[in-house]
T-cell receptor, first 108, second 114 residues
Framework: AQRVTQPEKLLSVFKGAPVELKCNYSYSGSPELFWYVQYSRQRLQLLLRHISRESIKGFTADLNKGETSFHLKKPFAQEEDSAMYYCALLSGNTPLVFGKGTRLSVIA | EAGVAQSPRYKIIEKRQSVAFWCNPISGHATLYWYQQILGQGPKLLIQFQNNGVVDDSQLPKDRFSAERLKGVDSTLKIQPAKLEDSAVYLC????????????FGQGTRLTVV
């Protein structure tokens, strides 16, 4: 069965420092990977998806099939990046499976 | 476009009572999901509808949980009877279709069972 692992529950970085939120998955086929974000008092929303290969709010994520990873990166963290981040996997005809999430705290 | 609407936002009930949650997806979205999010964990799928048919309910505790999607639009999720471990945020999400399309989430209903 597909599984998403986010090893860090909490990640604290200083403003301007690089950020990397880790995500590993287990799935034998070709999955679709996503990062969802939940800012304080807001609903869960899509941040980016691997097939788009785009940068959103300065964040990028590359799918590494060899390492089964989809880490989220940003070169310079901003205070407004503080939020809960969830990695999610979609495979075949199965619905989204989420990791447990990582809380990013950017310290001024 | 209007977002996914859920009600109520908060609900407190005693164990063994019943509770129902309502979701109105984005207009035209064929796929509707109900997720359960326990504090400190990621959302866990309970049930997925495609129009008014159930696609996946493998993780729905069917002895106490039920859900329906009338006419393929609004949906209700019911718990009867509730247990303490059902305390969680219940999220509704919708997407245009099944597969690799963005899922839009509602604000959620926070259920506390005492």
């Amino acid at each position: 069965a597909q599984r998403v692992t986010q090893p860090e529950k909490l990640l604290s970085v200083f403003k301007g420092a690089p950020v990397e939120l880790k995500c590993n998955y287990s799935y034998s086929g070709s999955p679709e990977l996503f990062w969802y974000v939940q800012y304080s008092r807001q609903r869960l929303q899509l941040l980016l998806r691997h097939i788009s290969r785009e940068s959103i709010k300065g964040f990028t994520a590359d799918l590494n099939k060899g390492e089964t990873s989809f880490h989220l990166k940003k070169p310079f963290a901003q205070e407004e990046d503080s939020a809960m981040y969830y990695c999610a996997l979609l495979s075949g005809n199965t619905p989204l499976v989420f990791g447990k999430g990582t809380r990013l705290s950017v310290i001024a | 476009e209007a977002g996914v609407a859920q009600s109520p936002r908060y609900k407190i009930i005693e164990k063994r009572q019943s509770v129902a949650f309502w979701c109105n997806p984005i207009s035209g979205h064929a796929t509707l999901y109900w997720y359960q999010q326990i504090l400190g964990q990621g959302p866990k799928l309970l049930i997925q509808f495609q129009n008014n048919g159930v696609v996946d309910d493998s993780q729905l505790p069917k002895d106490r949980f039920s859900a329906e999607r009338l006419k393929g639009v609004d949906s209700t999720l019911k718990i009867q009877p509730a247990k303490l471990e059902d305390s969680a945020v219940y999220l509704c999400a919708s997407s245009r279709t099944w597969g690799n399309t963005e899922a839009f989430f509602g604000q959620g209903t926070r259920l506390t069972v005492v």
